[in-house]
């Protein structure tokens, strides 16, 4: 800036004579120098007041300094005044100074920062003023002492006050304990407006820092939003009082527990109090030592210094011995004798002062100073006390600290140490990271049941996915359903529901389901890299079931035939056995004719019973009737038994096979185009989008096609290539969405299964649409449902997560490292083919399969029954024949005629054989009973 301008350049000449004759004097006077100094600081920064006069007055008081005090110029700024003021009653300062032939030596600069900070310092470096700086800001925050030259670093020198320093152990503790976002709250004793840049400049911490409210009611409502920001790391840096309300409003909003950390950080030295509940902080203060102890009473004593924080007041009084026993050496040595002092008049921005050689910086470093605290000197922006906070973790309950327990101490530098005690660290005391997540249950990836404690708890193969994730990025979640039970959709008014509207309300970090990647939600969330192979949409139907039958073969034939042959099976007997028994030409009426045939074959009723049973197989009847009237009948009856067994050969084999040939529905092309079978997907999901956005885009292409037809602007020949009868785009998906939207959409599983089973058939009822997943999920698990048809329309499922959300990165990282290690496939194994709600259902008849056992059992039923009969007759007949009755007595002469007769015989046929037998008899065969 042109400091010409601003003061008028009469008398330059006299007052120029008159600063020459004042630096000639101060070189005769060399040994005796007096140091002038100019003292600029904010109004409000009561400590750097007090604790700079208390300087003076001590080494005004204490010959041993060797320091002699000439001209001392205060000067109080405001923050908010006017840059020109301030500029113009400096200057008056200085040019009344040079004027009385006491220029400053040294410049105090004890403001800390804002416009008014940065004036001063643009006003010494234009005038080349030697000056020792307590203001705040690291390397590149004083803008107007950046790209300082060699020289000006010399004599224009910065040191960071306690309250600088000491904030730097927020970013040591964010940085080794990997903490992902932090809420900074701090007071007027603080200054951090710098801060926002380089506290945590290239840490991976989202953070935000705010000036603490002054009311009770603002408080809680800042704490609230920081809350709601997610944040869950929270620093109070401030006086002892500002960080006990802070505490209280976060105690009001329900910000202790397991999901938070707290720290706070002080330049005060009492012991922390609050009003908490159930409160755990980590509290930050400076060590008091024996020698700080003493060196605070022995200024509180002799000089009243009194003003809080007593870390400060001591700093600047401290500060101000340091810059003045600084300028008082520098003095000593000559170093002001060619010094030229400019006024402000005098000031060309064209060509300013130099002060080579003037080294200002070097001075600070050597001269002896009884101070509370060593430095560690660096650049500007890199010079700070030599301070150590003490690590204390505070436990309140109900307002009374309940324990406290030393952790260890910080190192103040750049960075600073952390040194724990034995045994002791910070991790305990960290915020859990608690993500919220929102669900839908949709088995197997999400189900719910009660554990062993009574309590509800979420189970299946997103919750394996997430706790793998967790043991790779370390953290804990609450899971809770979504309200509405839905994924996401939105409506015509652009608003979205179920999970993806808890993401976009930041009401949830997770949506944890298998939700479909679809571009439209792309919009509004982020999603992680797909966790779940390509996932189609399917149809679910119930499963047709083929009546069985043991006797199935009899149904064949309506029980009206049955009768009926049975009635021709008994009438013909019955008339094959009055032929026989009345023609002259049959067996039993012409036993002579037939005596010389190898079969004689008497048809008696049962005979002929047995006849035209056997006749009906392939065995065949045997020997035929004699008689050519039997012959006939016996004729007819095979004639019609050929045909009765071709009939129900060939119609056995047709009702068999026609019972399996129910043409099923086998792809979405079949459903289409029918009728019988209502069909939906479930309303609400990524397939009732897919079926609604179909049904728009081909109504969309039509309208461009029509509105293709109908363009007047173009030529003949274009128009007549689109002259065709046919509309060239299928309006499949139109019709198709419409018998949805007639059938009506199912809300939930469980109106899904009730319709699919009340299905009567495979070709009537109603079939469900829906992600390939689910409906294998319940032919896994019912028996009476099948899958139909190829997958289509595939998409992954994925994690969403908030727009922006840092987690879509670590939950890739995560994923990828899963895939890699084969444990999803894993998991898939585990809820698919081991999962212990799989059922084991029968097998399906195929077409290419034979005739089961449910529906030919009845013919082996048929023998066990013969079998059973046959057993039942010998019975009888055993019973019969022994206990049938013996002959009457008027019988006997026949009986022993008969024995007479059978005993000659028997007489006969033993000689008639006894010579070609070697002299045995042979035994006539013995009667079997």
């Known amino acids: ?39 600029m600081y904010e109004e409000e920064n009561m ?29 109080a700024v405001k923050q908010g005044d006017d840059i020109e003021v301030t500029v113009n009653a400096t200057c008056d300062l200085v040019d009344a100074a040079i004027d009385a032939s006491e220029p400053p030596h040294i410049v105090l600069d004890a403001t800390t920062a804002g416009i008014m900070s940065e004036t001063v310092k643009s006003f010494t470096r234009a005038l080349a ?52 976002n932090a809420g900074i709250i701090y007071d007027e004793t603080f200054v951090m407006e710098h801060k926002y840049k380089s506290l945590l400049q290239n840490l991976p911490c989202r953070h935000i820092m705010t000036m603490v409210e002054k009311t009770e009611a603002g408080l809680r409502n800042q704490t609230r939003r920081l809350k709601d920001a997610d944040i869950v790391n929270y620093f109070a840096v401030g006086n002892l009082d500002t960080i006990s309300k802070i505490l209280d409003a976060a105690t009001f909003n329900g910000m202790f527990g397991r999901k938070y950390a707290w720290y ?46 007593q870390i400060d007041s001591a700093f600047y009084f ?40 003037f080294d200002l910086r070097s001075a600070l470093k050597t001269v002896p100073a009884d101070s509370w605290a060593s430095i560690t000197w660096g650049m500007n922006g890199m010079s700070y006390l030599d301070i150590t906070l003490t690590i204390d973790k505070f436990m309140i309950l109900r307002g009374r600290t309940a324990e406290r327990k030393s952790l260890g101490e910080w190192e103040a530098g750049m960075p600073g140490t952390l040194m724990f005690k034995s045994g002791m660290n910070l991790n305990d005391f960290q915020a859990v990271t608690v993500y919220r997540v929102t669900t839908v249950q949709q088995p197997p990836f999400i189900m719910k049941r009660m554990n062993e404690d009574g309590q509800e708890e979420f189970y299946g193969y997103c919750i394996d996915l997430i706790n793998e994730i967790k043991k790779i ?70 499963k047709p079931k083929v009546p069985t039958s043991l006797f199935k073969f009899l149904t064949v034939l309506e029980p009206e035939v049955w009768v009926c042959i049975l009635f021709a099976y008994g009438f013909t007997s019955i008339l094959l056995y009055i032929f026989d028994r009345f023609s002259p030409y049959s067996y039993q009426n012409n036993k002579d004719k037939y005596k010389d045939d190898d079969e004689k074959r008497e048809f008696t009723l049962k005979e002929c019973l047995w006849f ?66 209502q069909y939906a997907p479930m309303n609400g999901t990524s397939t009732m989008t897919y079926f609604e956005r179909m049904a728009y885009i081909e109504k969309k292409f039509y309208e461009i096609w029509k509105d293709m037809s109908l363009n007047d602007s173009m030529s003949d020949i274009e128009r007549a290539k689109l002259a065709v009868w046919d509309y060239p785009v299928s309006d499949k998906y139109t019709k198709m969405w419409q018998s949805m939207q007639e059938a009506g959409l199912p809300g939930n599983f469980e109106e899904v299964l009730t319709r699919v089973r009340k299905s009567t058939s495979s070709s009537e009822g109603f079939a469900y649409l829906g992600d390939a997943t689910d409906i294998r999920y319940l032919v896994l698990t019912n028996c009476d449902l099948q899958m139909v048809g190829e997958e289509f329309s595939r998409k992954p499922y994925a994690i969403a997560v908030q727009q922006g959300s840092p987690l879509k990165d670590q939950f890739n990282d995560a994923i990828l490292k899963l895939l890699n290690q084969r444990k999803l496939e894993t998991l898939k194994e585990r809820w698919w083919n081991q999962n212990p709600e799989k059922k084991k259902c029968e097998k399906d008849d195929d077409q290419s399969d034979g005739i089961s056992i449910e529906n030919i059992g009845g013919v082996f039923i048929v023998i066990f029954v013969g079998i059973g009969l046959a057993c039942v007759t010998l019975a009888f007949e055993y019973w019969w024949y022994k206990h049938r009755k013996g002959p009457r007595v008027t019988d006997s002469a026949k009986v022993l005629s008969v024995r007479e007769i059978e ?16 002299g045995f008899d042979i035994a006539p065969v013995g009667n079997p009973w």
């Open 612 to 677: 035209c049973m056997t006749s009906l197989t392939p065995q065949g009847g045997g020997e035929a009737p004699k008689n050519l009237s039997g012959r006939l009948v016996a004729a007819t009856w095979w004639l019609f038994g050929f045909i009765i067994i071709a009939s129900y050969t060939a119609n056995l084999a047709a009702f068999l096979t026609v019972s399996r040939l129910d043409t099923p529905i086998e792809s979405l092309d079949d459903l289409s185009n029918q009728y019988k079978v």
């Open 318 to 357: 401290d500060f101000a011995v340091r810059g003045i026993k600084a300028a008082s050496r520098l003095a000593e040595q000559g170093k002001y004798a060619d010094f030229n002092f400019l006024k402000c008049s005098q000031f060309e921005e064209g060509n300013p002062p130099v002060r080579a050689g």
């Open 473 to 542: 990025v370390n953290f804990e979640y609450e899971i809770a359903e979504a309200p509405d039970g839905k994924f996401g959709t939105m409506d015509e008014n652009h608003e979205w529901n179920g999970m993806i509207k808890q993401l976009i309300d930041k009401q949830a970090d997770i949506a944890l389901a298998p939700l479909s990647v679809m571009a439209e939600r792309e919009n509004v969330v982020d999603f992680t890299v797909p966790y779940y192979d390509l996932v189609g949409i399917t149809i679910l139907m119930k």
């Open 264 to 309: 706070a950080l002080s330049k005060q030295r009492e012991d922390l109090e609050c009003g908490c509940e159930n409160a755990s902080v980590v509290f930050l203060r400076p060590h008091s030592t024996s020698e700080m102890r003493g060196r605070l009473q022995m200024l509180e004593k002799n000089y009243q210094l009194v003003t809080v924080p």
């Open 47 to 75: 400590p750097a007041k007090e604790g700079i006069m208390a300087a003076i007055k001590h080494l005004e008081s204490t010959s041993s300094e060797g320091v002699t005090l000439g001209r001392k110029d205060m000067m």
């Open 129 to 180: 003023l030697p000056t020792f700086s307590a203001s705040y800001g690291q390397d590149g925050d004083l803008r107007e002492w950046r790209d300082l030259t060699p020289d000006e670093e010399n004599y224009l020198v910065q040191l960071m006050p306690p309250g600088d320093i000491i904030v730097q152990a927020i970013r040591d503790i964010v940085r080794t304990q990997n903490i992902s």
């Open 1 to 39: 800036m042109s400091y010409g301008r601003v003061r008028g350049a009469g008398a330059r000449e006299l007052l120029g004579v008159l600063a020459m004759w004042a630096v000639f004097l101060a070189g005769l006077t060399e040994a005796q120098q007096k140091v002038n100094v100019l003292v």
């Open 903 to 918: 005993k000659t015989e028997k007489s006969n046929f033993n000689t008639e054989y006894n010579g070609t037998n070697n």
